[in-house]
């Protein structure tokens, strides 16, 4: 009975009865904070919104004050002669210099204000990208860190059932030794503690790899993690009807408002393509000052001062079909982006379906695993009284052991995915935020 009660002791330190943390243990808050600082994905999604704020300077310069000052400087040499009259030669060095200011100012051109236009919608489109980039992190970091718990959990199981199986192993081979038993029972559970010594071996592998992918996401190695509570119960989505959550994703889900954003962009590309075919206006200026000592048919220098106030117009003639091209480019990627976004809204709701269907399901098969539990906690009490009154095998015995640990897996890994499901159904409609991630934190241990 020793190793009955040994076992028992054991699983009250699985996760589903909370093994106590240290009091420094990381939890998914401080984590997922952590990792909007850390993760690379968000920083490049930080970095475009950048580049294209930057970019909305860039299109307003086109339509500004343009203006430098050129300059040059230049040596010439003339050497003259005519055939029959010497006195004709001429042998002549002189030098020549200018300098002219400039400035010009588009008056009418319509794809510069277009491009305006674009750039500004363009920043809407990376702004959306760090939101998707928040939500992907939440996703990334919470199946993480509820991975690692469960390789710690199955740590804990394994090593549960080792040292029962260790302690059924010995008192099957003393029994075998005074005879009241056969060798059959020890070779048993020779057998069952030798797979239990495999199965050791791969959690133990599974630990250090969900260690690896958490530490992707956040940066650094962290092993210390608060566990989930005892009582921790997913919630049932508000509202409870899949396809109000389903009509919201195809509205609100980030890929699809990136999707509608990018044909946006993309609209904005075919209309600078048709106006690049319109005529455009610019008013000019420049001043221009020559200095030279001497010139081509005198030795005498000269400076001269000018100036210039004008406008141009242009009107672009298509005569290689390279405009024409361009727009017909642009209705094309248009179109493109309209069945990306269809695309779009057909996946966001199909993965909101699942993510639904997963808290649904994962919630109610939670309560069937804690059913399960207590069903295999009885089996296993009513295994060890017929072993000990001669109608149970050891083998009985430790097949109820392990029928206890593997429901006890179950159901904790039924808990992660439901509270999975849950993150993963808002942050796919569009709606998680860190109260979301405050709301799963507190199912962990203080």
Known sequence: MRFLRKFSRTTLTLVLGGVLGSTHAADLLSLYREALAQDPAMASARAALIAARERVGQAEGANGFSSGIGAGANANYMNLNVRGVPQAQVDRTYLAASVQAFVNKPLYRPANDAAIEQAGAAVKLAELGVKAAEMDVANRLAQAYFDVLLAQDNVRLVEAQKAAVSEQLAQARRNFEVGTATIVDTNEAQSRFDQVLAQEIFVRNEVERTRWALRNVVGRFEANLKTLRRNAEAR???????????????????????????????????????????????????????????????????????????????????????????????????????????????????????????????????????????????????????????????????????????????????????????????????????????????????
């Open 236 to 446: 049932l989505p508000e509202p409870t009807n899949m396809e109000t959550w389903a009509s919201r994703a195809e509205r609100d889900a980030y890929p699809v408002q990136i999707a509608q954003q990018t044909l946006t962009v993309a609209e904005y590309d075919v209309k600078r393509a048709q106006l690049a075919k319109s005529w455009t206006l610019d008013a000019t200026a420049n001043v221009t000052h020559t200095n030279n000592n001497g010139g081509v048919t005198s030795a005498v220098g000269t400076w001269t001062y000018s100036g210039l106030v004008g406008i141009n117009f242009t009107l672009p003639f298509d005569t290689t079909g390279a405009l024409n091209a361009r727009v017909r480019e642009t209705l094309a990627l248009v179109d493109k982006n309209r069945n990306d976004l269809e695309a779009s809204r057909r996946t966001s709701a199909l993965s909101v379906r699942q993510a639904y269907l997963g808290v649904t399901s994962g919630v109610a098969v939670v309560a069937a695993q804690q059913q399960a539990l207590k069903s295999a906690e009885t089996q296993l009490a009513s295994t060890k009284l017929g072993l000990e009154v001669g109608v149970r095998t050891n083998l009985d015995v430790l097949n109820a052991q392990q029928q206890v640990t593997q429901v006890q897996r179950d159901l904790a890994q039924a808990r992660y995915n439901a509270l999975l499901s849950d993150i993963k159904l808002r942050a796919a409609t569009g709606v998680l935020s860190e109260d979301d991630i405050r709301a799963t934190n507190a199912y962990l241990t203080d």
